[in-house]
């Protein structure tokens, strides 16, 4: 079946740690996104990729880095700097202007 | 500035009444593309329309019907005879045609009484 799988589903780092959020699609997709959901509140984007090997920023990327090695990953690394990193993290992928599918998302807590 | 609004926060319905959740948006661009997605409890997002900018036809799907109106810059969604499975959060999206960017709403959450 076509999707978008992120693992884990939860995790937990200790303050200090980094640690990778893994993001996989089989859609073909050109694009992929992460974003960052905190309780009650929106989505709130963290990186973007349109093509392999390119990225971009979104509005709240310090603390977060990405790469996009392959059309179908696009992991995220929630670094030491990141100073409230507990949250609900989702990962999406689309075509040009067409509707974004999301992963089942990863809850990271820090310790 | 925010270039979608829902300005309901949270709803709280009787299960088989109506409600219609409201969504403004802000676009210079001429073509661009609406969506509305569904968060249940698990927390997935679940795309339930797409809209572009030239067909201003309103839809129905089922017990669900979107109301898009370039006049007021509004994309409303309303379920007719609500069920306690349309609890959820429900949220607005707006994607231009320059750039990959969606730019989502703040969410409003529904809960259907039973």
């Known amino acids: 079946d076509g999707g978008i799988t992120q693992s884990p589903k939860y995790l937990f780092r200790k303050e200090g740690q980094n640690v990778t959020l893994s993001c996989e699609q089989n859609?073909?997709?050109?694009?992929m996104y992460w974003y960052r959901q905190d309780p009650g509140q929106g989505l709130r984007l963290i990186y973007y990729?349109?093509?392999?090997?390119?990225?971009q920023k979104g509005d709240i990327a310090e603390g977060y880095s990405v790469s996009r090695e392959k059309k179908e990953s696009f992991p995220l690394t929630v670094t030491s700097a990141q100073k409230n990193p507990t949250a609900f993290y989702l990962c999406?992928?689309?075509?040009?202007?067409?509707?974004?599918?999301f992963g089942p998302g990863t809850r990271l807590t820090v310790l | 500035a925010q270039k979608v609004t829902q300005a309901q926060t949270e709803i709280s319905v009787v299960e088989k009444e109506d409600v219609t959740l409201d969504c403004v948006y802000e676009?210079?661009?001429?073509?661009?593309?609406l969506f509305w997605y569904k968060q249940p409890p698990s927390g997935e997002l679940v795309f339930l329309i797409r809209?572009?900018?030239?067909?201003?036809q309103n839809e129905i799907s089922g017990r669900y019907s979107w109301n898009f109106q370039k006049s007021t810059s509004s994309f409303n969604f309303t379920i007719t005879a609500s069920q306690v499975v349309d609890s959820a959060v429900y949220f607005c999206?707006?994607?231009?045609?320059?750039?990959?960017?969606?730019?989502f709403g703040t969410g409003t959450s529904l809960t259907v009484i039973p």
């Open positions: 999406a992928s689309a075509l040009s202007y067409n509707e974004q599918f």
């Open positions: 859609l073909n997709h050109d694009a």
């Open positions: 990729s349109q093509i392999v090997n390119d990225f």
């Open positions: 676009t210079r661009d001429t073509t661009y593309y």
């Open positions: 809209r572009n900018s030239f067909d201003e």
């Open positions: 999206a707006l994607s231009e045609a320059f750039g990959n960017q969606f730019y």
